[in-house]
T-cell receptor
Framework: GAVVSQHPSWVICKSGTSVKIECRSL??????MFWYRQFPKQSLMLMAT?????????EQGVEKDKFLINHASLTLSTLTVTSAHPEDSSFYIC??????????FGPGTRLLVL | AQKVTQAQTEISVVEKEDVTLDCVYE???????LFWYKQPPSGELVFLIR??????QNEISGRYSWNFQKSTSSFNFTITASQVVDSAVYFC??????????FGAGTRLFVKA
């Protein structure tokens, strides 16, 4: 199956700093990537849909100025958590489509904001 | 409205038992896709299967099998002869082509040795 990488896998940062998470499709081109957030023992919550060459589409309730998404190429999307606060601590997962409707997921990034 | 319901929050079985994870979906679209993903403790979601709405054939892959029934809007997943490595959270998901995938709440499966 298609492979999606995510970096870093773990990040601990101080409150007020910004954190960038990279998502790459390694063996296919993805015009659409997705960013999810998952709280412990809960399902995935879609944050935004990232389209190559255009602005991301954010879900209701997700602050676009807080969670900056850039889909610079067909294989790379980045999520930047700006001015992170402890409540931003979570598990962030990206995914990419390689064919109609099938998403492949990255390994996730655990963010802890102190 | 589109919705995926996984009514079983947690299931606990003993190794070698068979276990079925239920998934019921709602959609008014005639064309849609259904998925199952596995999320082991490491956190990475692993794609297991995709089924489109026009293909009701059941599928078997090793110890895994899927039963898709449009009449009851269900897409159930059975693990035969479960193993400890099957312990994970399993998500059922629905995609109607609107670029958004709807995930169920997940079923946490514990397989005891």
């Amino acid at each position: 199956g298609a492979v999606v990488s995510q970096h870093p896998s773990w990040v601990i940062c101080k409150s007020g700093t910004s954190v960038k998470i990279e998502c790459r499709s390694l063996d296919f081109q993805a015009t659409t990537m997705f960013w999810y957030r998952q709280f412990p023992k809960q399902s995935l919550m879609l944050m935004a849909t990232s389209n190559e060459g255009s602005k991301a589409t954010y879900e209701q309730g997700v602050e676009k100025d807080k969670f900056l998404i850039n889909h610079a190429s067909l294989t790379l999307s980045t999520l930047t958590v700006t001015s992170a606060h402890p409540e931003d601590s979570s598990f962030y997962i990206c995914s990419a489509r390689d064919s109609p409707q099938t998403q492949y997921f990255g390994p996730g990034t655990r963010l802890l904001v102190l | 409205a589109q919705k995926v319901t996984q009514a079983q929050t947690e299931i606990s079985v003993v190794e070698k038992e068979d276990v079925t994870l239920d998934c019921v979906y709602e959609t008014r679209d005639t064309t849609y896709y259904l998925f199952w993903y596995k999320q082991p403790p490491s956190g990475e979601l692993v794609f297991l299967i995709r089924r489109n709405s026009f293909d009701e054939q059941n599928e078997i892959s090793g110890r895994y099998s899927w039963n898709f029934q449009k009449s009851t809007s269900s897409f159930n997943f059975t693990i035969t002869a479960s193993q400890v490595v099957d312990s994970a959270v399993y998500f059922c998901a629905l995609d109607t082509g609107g670029f958004k995938t709807i995930f169920g709440a997940g079923t946490r499966l514990f397989v005891k040795a």
